[in-house]
């Protein structure tokens, strides 16, 4: 078991593949795109996987692959393949903007992954080119379908946006309706790759549940203590949604994750500015020992929360990243 230095277990790496996508959204980046990282400064799948190996003979069991688009990567599934022969992963699963997942579904089961997370902030075509500044809702929506034809758990992740999409939130519900689906709100984050980046206007979780509650009528779910979702469900549909208070942070006194960014840095916290660098350490020769010494020291001067962790952070420099160079 690992422990960080306020006693919470470490279980969970959310590891980013790279910092690409073919979407430019609102909240994740600016619509002229980022400087995206050279090949040669990002991970390597090899080192990746050498990474991922550590770290589960120290008590990382549960994987999410994210980016950018994890899918615009080449070679993303024969890595999938590599990683889920190690046993002591026990589930892995994904985040995609769904583009061009369709065709990887099968692929998908075959391999066990446990579930995708599909982000979907809008039902109306319209609505989703101008969040996105793409016209790929008629690819995205399909892969939704093709999702729920799967084995795969299907998660919807839709970032709540004031004055984008707040008229989605109902049709989002709906979803749950007739169909097995999570729909999970998320507040919007501070991290659209631009100086100065703030969502003063943004709704926070309670304010989600209150428009939510103006319609329906909804019972809370058991929910782990990790769980950075408030889930419900509404008596009779078969799916539920639950409410992310990604930028409120109440959940932070239970989180059991670390994140690796694109280029191998190190995030003990989302709002950190990175740890060390992965990368760095592996290129100079540590052996996978000192690979983990690394890890458990940064995990025993981990932050309390996201706001001691921001705190700092600001002291240093403002906030310019893009969600797609964190992890999405």
């Not at 692959?65 to 892995?92: A, H, Q, W």
Request: aromatic fraction near 10%; proline fraction near 3%; glycine fraction near 8%.
């Amino acid at each position: 078991m690992l422990l960080d230095n306020h006693g919470r277990e470490i279980n969970y790496l959310r590891l980013a593949v790279t910092d690409r996508c073919n979407l430019r959204c609102f909240y994740c980046m600016p619509e002229s795109g980022i400087n995206y990282m050279k090949r040669k400064d990002l991970l390597s799948f090899e080192e990746m996987y050498r990474m991922i190996n550590v770290f589960s003979k120290m008590g990382i069991a549960k994987l999410r692959i994210t980016g950018g688009e994890p899918f615009v990567r080449k070679g993303i599934i024969e890595f999938l393949e590599e990683v889920s022969k190690n046993s002591n992963i026990e589930e892995i699963n994904i985040t995609t903007n769904g583009t061009t997942t369709k065709q990887f579904i099968p692929t998908l089961e075959k391999l066990g992954i446990k579930n995708i997370n599909l982000s979907l902030d809008t039902l109306n075509k319209e609505r989703f080119h101008k969040i996105t500044r793409r016209d790929y809702f008629d690819e995205v929506y399909e892969t939704y379908l093709a999702l729920l034809d799967s084995s795969l758990d299907v998660k919807i992740n839709m970032v709540v946006m004031n004055g984008k999409n707040i008229d989605d939130i109902y049709g989002m519900i709906e979803l749950t309706k007739n169909h097995n689906v999570s729909v999970r709100f998320i507040e919007e984050m501070p991290f659209n790759g631009t100086i100065g980046q703030g969502n003063n206007s943004f709704w926070p979780h309670k304010k989600i549940l209150n428009h939510i509650e103006k319609r329906y009528q909804f019972s809370a779910l058991p929910n782990l203590p990790s769980s950075t979702s408030v889930n419900y469900k509404i008596e009779g549909y078969k799916g539920s949604f639950g409410v992310i208070a990604a930028f409120t942070r109440s959940f932070c006194g239970s989180c059991n994750r670390v994140r690796v960014t694109p280029q191998g840095q190190l995030k003990t916290c989302l709002y950190d500015g990175g740890v060390f660098s992965i990368r760095d350490l592996m290129r100079s020769g540590a052996s996978n020992v000192e690979l983990a010494e690394a890890f458990i020291k940064a995990l025993n001067l981990r932050f309390k929360d996201g706001f001691e962790a921001e705190e700092k952070r600001l002291l240093a420099q403002p906030v310019s990243e893009s969600m797609a160079t964190i992890g999405g």
